[in-house]
């Protein structure tokens, strides 16, 4: 785990009030329970990584959390007071912003196009209210220096970016719009080595800027090299959230996968998985 | 990672030639399109098609084009299609017609009146088509037949089983509304360019061309209008985005659904322009007015940059491809050609623009 050394590991999971907890979350669909019982918390600053193979719930617990689905039990409290999401819009409003696998990006689109999509920043009244091109491309730019891309320039079309690219400038965009609560879907999955890292170090920097990040990963490796908690899910259930330096990737390895088979496992394929 | 190093520059872009970043503009092809069509015409037609008189001439049915491509390439930026505006020209023109003819209203009160019934006609389009998912094109391609059909049985309705409607100009010939809507502007502009020997004059001293036809008035102030909104309002970034993906586009908090409905309400009222205009000019309406007009606008409107997927486009490229479709249809009148080489004109002209296009959207998207 060389990777380990390369960001801040804050005292985030410290003292700190979360932002949003969740407890006892229970999603049912129809007669099948996807999730029963799950507990999570989220506090500025810190990556929070949940961790789970396919069909654990991951997805349904995030789209929970972003106001996608309503909970058929449990409670969500954001910042201390209980809160019910009728529509992802009112989630977004409160400061949760989930950056999904598609990204939400139009390829065609210039980056600061896409940046201010749906949140165009405008100057002049009534008629003469217009698009203030200068000053989206100025703060557009600056955005994507600050999490260390740098732009051909704004009219850069978002096709051309690279995955990792884009990845960024959907997390750009979240965090410049006053997001306190930053879920990201199984970012890294699609990417490659270098890109991975970029994305990585992205997560890093907006941690360090108070954000809280919520890490769905099924990449041990990934998810330790920037997380400050891990909480496992399995079959719809929490498995128990383990501090950094409190658990190794074996053990994290073997929650996920459920334990015994993994062993077997693990042995033949010499510990690359 | 070290920051440092990256904002100092990034070593891997060069430094973008002119001519690359040309290469990226929607609205390129179109402009080599009339450069193209002008040393054509230059070398082959007659020296009379670019004296001021011969461009009027040829402006003329672009301007009455592209006022439809207007509309229509919004629309498809917008992601949709509507097949239905050359029908729908027809359509506003009966209405226009009964209006001042058979209602003896006004124009202050008839040009508003038709404007709002296409509006009305665009976003019944509009709403089947956001509201039943279909494809806009087999939509409005119901509504090219029906609103064709309306018109020919409103018309026989209103004349008593003729398909013309005569008597427009006898009414609205002294209404003060009328100088917007039919004839020329700038006319004693004109009168003083001839008196000091600047244009063309007949013997008697009146110059050649009256005028402006203010047909070429509307086409320029909407093709900078549309620019505009396009390029410079959020809502033109709205358009933009509900053609490139309208799930993304609705995800990030652009109202869909409202700017798709708007933009067939605005292409409904670019083809009742079209209709009061010529109804006016031509001082009765018909039902074979706007024939086939959607197919050209379309044609204009691609041959202007816009992709068939919506999302790309530009409303100068409409402007520059209807004068193209203009130059051409008129232009061969100055030459030797026969005729009917227009239409095998504009299908191949068709045919380069969407290869043209799809070779540039593949350079804009990174494809390779």
């Given at each position: 785990?060389t990777?380990?050394?390369?960001f801040?590991h804050?005292d985030a999971?410290?003292?700190?009030?979360?932002?949003?907890?969740?407890k006892d979350?229970e999603k049912h669909f129809?007669n099948i329970?996807?999730?029963?019982?799950?507990?999570f918390?989220?506090?500025?600053?810190?990556?929070?990584?949940?961790?789970g193979?396919?069909?654990?719930?991951k997805?349904t617990f995030?789209?929970?959390?972003s106001?996608v689905?309503?909970?058929?039990k449990?409670?969500?409290y954001?910042?201390?007071?209980p809160?019910?999401?009728?529509?992802?819009r009112?989630a977004m409003?409160?400061?949760i912003?989930?950056v999904f696998?598609?990204?939400?990006?139009?390829?065609?689109?210039s980056?600061?196009r896409n940046?201010f999509?749906?949140r165009?920043p405008?100057?002049g009244?009534?008629l003469?209210k217009?698009?203030?091109v200068?000053?989206?491309?100025?703060v557009?730019?600056?955005e994507?220096r600050k999490m260390?891309?740098n732009l051909?320039g704004?009219?850069q079309?978002v096709?051309?970016?690279?995955?990792?690219?884009?990845?960024?400038?959907?997390?750009?965009?979240a965090?410049?719009?006053?997001?306190?609560?930053?879920?990201?879907?199984?970012?890294?999955?699609?990417l490659?080595?270098?890109q991975t890292?970029?994305?990585?170090a992205?997560?890093?920097?907006?941690r360090?800027q108070?954000?809280?990040?919520?890490f769905i990963s099924?990449?041990?490796?990934?998810?330790l090299?920037?997380?400050?908690?891990f909480?496992v899910?399995?079959?719809g259930?929490?498995l128990g959230t383990a501090?950094?330096?409190?658990?190794t990737p074996?053990?994290?390895?073997?929650?996920?996968?459920g334990?015994?088979?993994?062993?077997e496992?693990?042995?033949s394929?010499?510990?690359?998985? | 990672m070290?920051?440092?190093?990256q904002?100092?520059?990034?070593?891997?872009v060069?430094?973008?030639p002119f001519?690359t970043?040309?290469?990226?503009?929607p609205?390129?092809g179109?402009?080599?399109?009339v450069v193209l069509?002008v040393?054509?015409f230059?070398?082959t037609?007659d020296?009379?098609?670019?004296?001021?008189?011969g461009?009027m001439?040829f402006?003329?049915?672009?301007?009455?084009l592209?006022?439809?491509a207007i509309g229509?390439?919004l629309l498809?930026?917008g992601?949709?299609?509507?097949?239905s505006?050359?029908?729908m020209?027809a359509?506003?023109?009966l209405?226009f017609?009964?209006?001042?003819v058979?209602?003896?209203l006004p124009?202050?009160v008839?040009i508003p009146?038709?404007f709002?019934?296409a509006?009305?006609?665009?976003a019944?389009?509009g709403n089947?088509v956001?509201?039943?998912?279909l494809?806009?094109?087999i939509?409005t391609l119901?509504?090219?037949?029906?609103?064709?059909?309306?018109s020919?049985v409103?018309?026989?309705?209103?004349?008593?089983g003729?398909t013309q409607?005569r008597g427009?100009?006898d009414v609205?010939?002294?209404?003060?509304l009328?100088p917007?809507?039919?004839?020329?502007?700038f006319?004693?502009l004109?009168?003083?360019?001839?008196?000091?020997g600047?244009?063309?004059t007949f013997k008697?001293?009146?110059p050649?061309?009256p005028?402006?036809?203010?047909?070429?008035?509307?086409f320029i102030v909407?093709a900078l209008?549309?620019?505009?909104?396009?390029l410079?309002?959020?809502a033109g970034n709205?358009?933009?985005?509900?053609g490139?993906?309208?799930?993304?586009a609705?995800?990030?908090g652009?109202?869909v659904?409202?700017?798709k409905?708007?933009?067939?309400?605005?292409?409904?009222c670019?083809?009742?322009?079209?209709?009061?205009?010529?109804?006016?000019?031509?001082g009765s309406?018909?039902?074979?007015r706007g024939f086939?007009k959607?197919?050209e606008?379309i044609?204009?409107?691609?041959?202007?940059?816009?992709?068939?997927t919506g999302?790309?486009?530009?409303?100068i490229?409409?402007f520059?491809?209807s004068?193209?479709?203009?130059?051409v249809?008129?232009g061969?009148?100055?030459?030797?050609?026969d005729q009917?080489?227009f239409?095998?004109f504009l299908g191949?002209m068709?045919l380069?623009?969407v290869?043209?296009?799809?070779a540039?959207?593949?350079r804009v998207t990174?494809?390779r």
């Amino acid at each position: 785990m060389t990777e380990d050394t390369k960001f801040h590991h804050g005292d985030a999971a410290g003292d700190q009030a979360p932002i949003v907890e969740m407890k006892d979350i229970e999603k049912h669909f129809g007669n099948i329970i996807a999730l029963a019982g799950v507990s999570f918390d989220v506090k500025p600053g810190e990556c929070h990584c949940l961790l789970g193979d396919n069909g654990a719930g991951k997805s349904t617990f995030i789209k929970t959390m972003s106001g996608v689905h309503k909970p058929t039990k449990g409670e969500i409290y954001f910042e201390g007071k209980p809160l019910h999401f009728d529509t992802p819009r009112d989630a977004m409003e409160a400061g949760i912003a989930t950056v999904f696998q598609d990204l939400a990006m139009i390829p065609l689109m210039s980056v600061t196009r896409n940046f201010f999509m749906g949140r165009e920043p405008t100057k002049g009244k009534g008629l003469l209210k217009r698009f203030d091109v200068e000053h989206a491309n100025e703060v557009c730019m600056e955005e994507m220096r600050k999490m260390g891309i740098n732009l051909r320039g704004p009219d850069q079309a978002v096709g051309t970016l690279s995955g990792g690219e884009r990845q960024t400038v959907a997390i750009a965009r979240a965090v410049y719009f006053g997001a306190k609560i930053l879920i990201l879907d199984e970012p890294t999955s699609a990417l490659g080595v270098r890109q991975t890292s970029n994305v990585l170090a992205t997560i890093d920097k907006v941690r360090s800027q108070g954000v809280g990040v919520v890490f769905i990963s099924h990449n041990v490796r990934h998810a330790l090299a920037v997380g400050d908690r891990f909480t496992v899910l399995n079959r719809g259930k929490t498995l128990g959230t383990a501090t950094r330096g409190e658990i190794t990737p074996e053990q994290l390895q073997d929650l996920m996968a459920g334990g015994q088979e993994m062993a077997e496992l693990e042995g033949s394929l010499g510990g690359t998985v | 990672m070290s920051d440092s190093a990256q904002i100092a520059g990034d070593e891997r872009v060069k430094k973008e030639p002119f001519m690359t970043k040309l290469m990226k503009r929607p609205e390129l092809g179109a402009m080599a399109g009339v450069v193209l069509v002008v040393i054509f015409f230059a070398i082959t037609a007659d020296d009379s098609m670019f004296t001021l008189a011969g461009v009027m001439n040829f402006m003329t049915p672009a301007a009455q084009l592209g006022i439809l491509a207007i509309g229509a390439a919004l629309l498809m930026i917008g992601g949709e299609f509507d097949l239905s505006i050359g029908s729908m020209v027809a359509f506003a023109g009966l209405f226009f017609g009964v209006c001042v003819v058979t209602w003896q209203l006004p124009l202050i009160v008839a040009i508003p009146m038709t404007f709002v019934f296409a509006a009305f006609v665009g976003a019944v389009n509009g709403n089947i088509v956001i509201r039943s998912g279909l494809p806009s094109f087999i939509v409005t391609l119901a509504f090219l037949f029906i609103l064709r059909g309306l018109s020919l049985v409103g018309l026989k309705a209103a004349t008593g089983g003729s398909t013309q409607l005569r008597g427009v100009r006898d009414v609205v010939e002294n209404d003060w509304l009328a100088p917007f809507f039919s004839g020329e502007a700038f006319g004693s502009l004109f009168t003083w360019l001839a008196a000091n020997g600047m244009i063309d004059t007949f013997k008697s001293g009146a110059p050649k061309v009256p005028g402006v036809p203010v047909e070429i008035l509307w086409f320029i102030v909407l093709a900078l209008a549309a620019t505009y909104v396009l390029l410079r309002t959020p809502a033109g970034n709205w358009i933009f985005a509900a053609g490139g993906d309208s799930t993304a586009a609705s995800n990030s908090g652009v109202p869909v659904s409202k700017i798709k409905v708007s933009l067939f309400m605005l292409t409904a009222c670019c083809a009742a322009l079209v209709a009061i205009i010529t109804v006016i000019d031509a001082g009765s309406t018909d039902a074979r007015r706007g024939f086939q007009k959607e197919f050209e606008a379309i044609i204009a409107a691609v041959i202007g940059g816009c992709l068939l997927t919506g999302g790309y486009g530009s409303a100068i490229g409409a402007f520059f491809g209807s004068i193209i479709f203009g130059m051409v249809v008129i232009g061969l009148t100055y030459t030797d050609f026969d005729q009917d080489w227009f239409q095998v004109f504009l299908g191949a002209m068709l045919l380069i623009a969407v290869l043209f296009n799809n070779a540039i959207r593949k350079r804009v998207t990174g494809e390779r």
